[in-house]
């Protein structure tokens, strides 16, 4: 990071729909581009909201949501619910979602052979609860029969729509896997297994996130100018994927369980426990950034508001009003104590007072499904449990977004650079997936290449962000090109670079390490420190500037005592030293 830091104030807002801009083009077939997802967007590589990112979160959510709700729809089934029409039919209001996804790409026809498909096998998976209820044998196995049938056609249509890009005999098999956990968590629900059915709940949960992973990049490559060339198959993506899967199994599994406390269920310890795995999953999710002692806070305090819940929950079955204010004081208390946290751990990237108004949104929704379905009215009840689903992707945005800027490093790919390794691997890869600098070829970085000055100022300039792809400034120097008048300028006006004429850069003369040090130790205003250096070949001009590098750990000499102040400094060195007062807190 750099000293004069500038915090990230992320939005906690996303979309759950499917059909987003990322989606919007006139109806064109796109398929014939040979476009590839490529490095011409590796400067969106750190990015958590590219289109094909924003892409996957939408086909995973929907899915996953499927998933949990066919679970659960079947769990109604088998226990003559008086909500199971309205379980049904959130079920396939979300089935609707999916296929207007699915006509955006691929017309409307395409969209409705799809929905006509899908909602096949809900009905099929419906039969078998009907004929299991019934103890018809024979009906249950037609059921699976046309189960069978039902993954031979879904496959066959996303071969043929993704032109061979998912081929057929994989989706099959993935299906298969799909359909398995489904009847497994029915099968076990209904024979009184229940840690069992939630075990299988939150594995069907997961698997589909993973088919959405799946069908979002064979989606990308087959249209690379929806995406904007951008890639979803990124440590960024994936980040805000498994954030996004925790954060709205969540609230799912939330909702669910409440019901099951009011009703009093046989299932209601193990519908608990479920939600309460994962919360541990979140937990250590959160442990993996922040370290164990953060990740124990956060349970802490997370595991708290579902205790609030259940008191709720128990206040409500007791018609007990001021156990329920006592509940609702207590959420609110919570809302303060986890928005602090997650403020106090990115750094301010997330400010507490949006993090407040998501929770306090987050709970609204949890409390208004429970109240609907307590008093009847399963309408609202499941709209209730749809937006808290859908709500739940926006924490999972604007944590990944903050956890990706806070820890950059983290979350870098491979270059296409065959030259560089050790050393300057991961600043190489900071400052190329950055748009910080790029190579000298495709394949070859340069790293023992010496810098010009005019190259030099681009990179400095732009790793300082005093530039952007957008700015206009003229500098006063005539020798300066086109593409580097932004970057002297801004540099020239904050006192941080001078030329060697009043009208005259040297833009094109090879910088020294005693001129980098002198310019990155004022562009990133290093500390002052009383700590000399101990090099001998220091001039008066560079001693400060060097000292401060030397003590903030960015420079070393090319001995123990000489820094070569007059060297010239390498593309790999001056890539080095960015990176590292990039990194510096």
Known sequence: ???????????????????????????????????????AA???????????????IGVETALTEHGFLAVEVMQKGADGAEDFDQAAAALFANSDDIAAAISTLYGQEGGAAFLEIWNSHIGYLVDYVTAANAGDQAGMDQALADLEEYKTEQAAFFESATDGRLPAAALEEGLTMHIDQLLKAFDAYKAGDFETAYMQEREAIHHMSMFGETLS?????????VVQNTNPDTPAADLRSHLNHLFTEHAGLAVMAMQDGIDGAESFEQSAGALLANADDLSA???????????????????????????????????????????KADLDEYIVEQAAFLEAATDGRIPAEALEAGLTEHVGQ??????????????????????????????????????????PSEFLGDTPFTDVSGRYQDAVAYLYFK????GLTDTRYGVDQPLSRIDAAIMIAKSTEMIDSDSTMKSPFTDVPARGEA???????????????ATMFDSFAT???????????????VPATSQKAGFTDVSSRYQDAVNRLDAAGIVSGKSASKFGTMDQVTRGELALMIYQLEMME
């Open 1 to 39: 990071m750099k000293f004069p830091k500038n915090v990230l104030a992320l939005p906690l807002a996303a979309s759950l729909m499917i059909p987003t801009a990322a989606f919007a083009h006139n109806g064109e077939d796109h398929s014939g581009s040979t476009a590839p997802i490529q490095a």
């Open 217 to 225: 990049i064979a989606v990308a490559d087959q249209f690379p100018t």
């Open 285 to 327: 999710a959160v442990a993996s950034v922040y370290g164990e002692e953060a990740g124990e806070a956060f349970s802490d305090i997370w595991t708290s508001h579902i205790g609030y819940f259940v008191d709720y929950v128990t206040a409500t079955a007791e018609n007990s009003k001021s156990g329920r204010d006592k509940a």
């Open 435 to 438: 748009t910080i600098t790029n």
């Open 487 to 501: 970057a002297v300028a801004a540099l020239e006006e904050a006192d941080i670079i001078n030329g060697k004429t």
């Open 366 to 407: 949890l409390l208004s499904a429970f109240d609907s379905y307590v008093t009847g009215d399963y309408d609202t009840a499941y709209d209730a449990l749809r937006e808290s689903y859908a709500h739940m992707t926006m924490p999972a945005a604007g944590l990944s977004a903050a956890i990706v800027d806070q820890f």
């Open 511 to 525: 910088i020294t390490r005693g001129e980098a040090a002198l310019i990155l130790a004022n562009a990133y205003d």
């Open 42 to 56: 590796h400067g969106t590589f750190l990015l958590t909201d590219t289109p094909a990112a924003e892409l996957r």
